[in-house]
């Protein structure tokens, strides 16, 4: 577990080094997406929108949600995609051709996000241990759509194939990585908050917090969306390789 550990951060920021431009822009434009409700509510807020018409306010925020799942979805492919044509020394794309070549892959994407759920999901129903199983197995099964163009059958199979005799050690280091972003993510939000906060909230207008606010989640969420997004991206490399060996 400690080599497959070392061997995915060393890779990880190995990437990072060849394009932090790229990276960045991505981490930043995945956290701006994900914060489309948060974003358009407060806004319907601060115009009294939702307090006039709030059946507008609730049908607006509805379709802001389907946009900013739509924008996630082919973000995260197109990052995964850019990351790992990093890693084979591929020619750099524009994050705009990444895009364009992105889009074939949403609908499949979907699905294996949808059928990785209720699989997972159902094992939680059954005993909660095939919750767990299922959810090692099969944690690779969005590359296979995203980077391998196979089908979603296929690509369950493919990310059981990957994860088979290493399972214990993925769901170790999955387990340790997510509790170091997560600390990680609270350490920075409190620095953030406490720089931002010199001014007491207070005096602050409403549209002053809201963006405070705003400004926290955009450096924070960047930060972790890149460490997340790339360290399991490199993850998935290693893996896969060692399976071809």
Same mark, same amino acid.
């Given at each position: 577990?400690?080599?497959?550990?070392?061997?995915?951060?060393?890779?990880?920021?190995?990437?990072?080094?060849?394009?932090?431009?790229?990276?960045?822009?991505?981490?930043?434009?995945?956290?701006?997406?994900?914060?489309?409700?948060?974003?358009?509510?407060?806004?319907?807020?601060?115009?009294?929108?939702?307090?006039?018409?709030?059946?507008?306010?609730?049908?607006?925020?509805?379709?802001?949600?389907?946009?900013?799942?739509?924008?996630?979805?082919?973000?995260?492919?197109?990052?995964?995609?850019?990351?790992?044509?990093?890693?084979?020394?591929?020619?750099?794309?524009?994050?705009?051709?990444?895009?364009?070549?992105?889009?074939?892959?949403?609908?499949?994407? =979907?699905? %294996?996000? @949808?059928?990785? !759920? $209720?699989?997972?999901?159902? +094992?939680?129903? /059954? *005993?909660?241990?095939?919750?767990? &199983?299922?959810?090692?197995?099969?944690?690779?099964?969005?590359?296979?759509?995203?980077?391998?163009?196979?089908?979603?059958?296929?690509?369950?199979?493919?990310?059981?194939?990957?994860?088979?005799?290493?399972?214990?050690?993925? =769901?170790? %280091?999955? @387990?340790?990585? !997510? $509790?170091?972003?997560?600390? +990680?993510?609270? /350490? *920075?939000?409190?620095?953030?908050? &406490?720089?931002?906060?010199?001014?007491?909230?207070?005096?602050?207008?409403?549209?002053?917090?809201?963006?405070?606010?705003?400004?926290?989640?955009?450096?924070?969420?960047?930060?972790?969306?890149?460490?997340?997004?790339?360290?399991?991206?490199?993850?998935?490399?290693?893996?896969?390789?060692?399976?071809?060996?």
């Amino acid at each position: 577990m400690k080599q497959l550990l070392k061997q995915s951060w060393n890779r990880f920021i190995a990437l990072i080094q060849k394009n932090p431009s790229h990276c960045i822009i991505y981490g930043l434009m995945l956290t701006l997406s994900s914060s489309l409700v948060f974003i358009s509510g407060n806004i319907l807020q601060l115009t009294n929108i939702a307090q006039k018409n709030p059946q507008f306010a609730m049908v607006f925020q509805v379709i802001v949600l389907c946009i900013s799942t739509a924008l996630i979805l082919i973000l995260v492919i197109s990052m995964v995609r850019f990351l790992a044509r990093l890693h084979q020394k591929d020619s750099v794309r524009t994050i705009q051709q990444e895009l364009s070549e992105a889009v074939p892959f949403m609908i499949p994407a =979907f699905l %294996i996000i @949808i059928m990785y !759920n $209720i699989i997972v999901f159902g +094992g939680f129903l /059954l *005993l909660l241990i095939p919750g767990f &199983i299922f959810s090692i197995w099969y944690f690779f099964s969005f590359f296979g759509v995203a980077l391998e163009n196979k089908g979603i059958r296929e690509s369950l199979s493919y990310s059981k194939k990957l994860v088979q005799g290493r399972a214990w050690s993925l =769901f170790f %280091i999955l @387990i340790l990585f !997510n $509790i170091l972003l997560g600390l +990680g993510g609270k /350490l *920075l939000t409190n620095i953030l908050n &406490i720089l931002l906060s010199v001014t007491p909230l207070a005096t602050i207008p409403p549209l002053g917090i809201f963006i405070l606010t705003l400004v926290t989640i955009s450096i924070t969420g960047t930060i972790l969306t890149v460490l997340h997004v790339g360290f399991v991206t490199s993850l998935y490399t290693i893996f896969k390789e060692k399976t071809t060996q």
